[in-house]
């Protein structure tokens, strides 16, 4: 039997990580099966997939303990599966649970035996602890990726999520770098990445067609696809499909990040 390619997307929240995974989720949904899993609280990964926020599955078994596969998986744009899990309102409980129990159910339902070819998760790593590292500590993910920007707190949280990985003994596939338009951007994110001994794997250039696409809940492949950025989202899929390099990251301490990042001042 062909073999899943099982992808987790971390990074800091708003660093743009939803807009990638859904960009290509799309794009990989021209010739494979794709499955994406929301992992934020935020629960909007899938929104520009499907044309409007699902129902988490928190939410969903809170009306109906009995849920079943249609209830939970919601079919979007190139007939990707889009499902997600959800979190506890804001100040109450472990904001991971949501993903625990989603895993869970969705294992349960058999939703990971079925034909897929590709399987995105879109994980919040400000803290890789608890629920958040599930994807990658139960062993559902096989390869992962930080999503981050040229600026120092983005970095921060990606070394922080490089320290996890470690920890996880994950496989880093790569640093993808979501441009903010900050000086010298891809050549500080290209030496982080070779710092934590990984590579930049994919550049994605600021563009207000992502707002654009963001308003009519679209991604930029349905609404620009024959954009310059559309392209870019279809190379980024193709070099993470393509990608056989892995790491377990090496990442920096406090003050040699501080130390780092201070260079290019
Ligand atoms: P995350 O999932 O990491 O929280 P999102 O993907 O939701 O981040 O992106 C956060 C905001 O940044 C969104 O409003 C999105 O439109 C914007 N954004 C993300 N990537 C880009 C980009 N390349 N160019 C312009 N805006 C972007
Ligand atoms: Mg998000």
Not at 174 to 182: A, S
Not at 192 to 207: C, E, L, M, Q, T
């Amino acid at each position: 039997m062909k073999r899943t390619k099982r992808i987790a997307i971390y990074g800091k929240g708003g660093i743009g990580k939803s807009t990638i995974v859904s960009n290509i989720a799309a794009a990989y949904s021209k010739d494979h099966k794709v499955l994406v899993i929301g992992c934020d609280p935020k629960a909007d990964t899938t929104r520009t997939l499907v044309g409007k926020r699902i129902p988490t599955i928190l939410d969903i078994i809170k009306e109906k303990r009995e849920a079943s596969t249609e209830d939970i998986v919601i079919k979007g744009f190139g007939n990707v599966k889009c499902v997600e899990s959800g979190g506890p309102e804001p100040g109450v409980g472990c904001a991971g649970r949501g993903v625990i129990v989603a895993m869970g159910l969705l294992d349960k339902l058999g939703t990971f035996s079925e034909d897929l070819d590709i399987i995105i998760y879109d994980v919040l790593g400000d803290v890789v602890c608890g629920g958040f590292a599930v994807p990658l500590r139960e062993d559902f993910a096989d390869e992962v990726y930080i999503v981050t920007s040229g600026e120092y707190m983005a970095l921060y949280a990606a070394n922080n999520i490089c320290k996890g990985i470690k920890k996880l003994k994950g496989n880093l596939g790569g640093i993808i770098c979501n441009c903010r338009g900050i000086e010298n951007e891809i050549e500080i994110v290209t030496e982080f990445a070779d710092k934590v001994g990984s590579k930049v794997i994919g550049v994605i250039p600021r563009s207000e067609m992502v707002q654009k696409s963001e308003i009519d809940a679209k991604t930029v492949i349905e609404k620009f696809g024959d954009s310059k950025q559309a392209q870019l989202y279809k190379k980024l899929s193709e070099s993470i499909y393509l990608n056989e390099e892995f790491v377990i990251p090496d990442p920096m301490g406090v003050d040699e990040f501080d130390e780092f990042f201070r260079k290019f001042q």
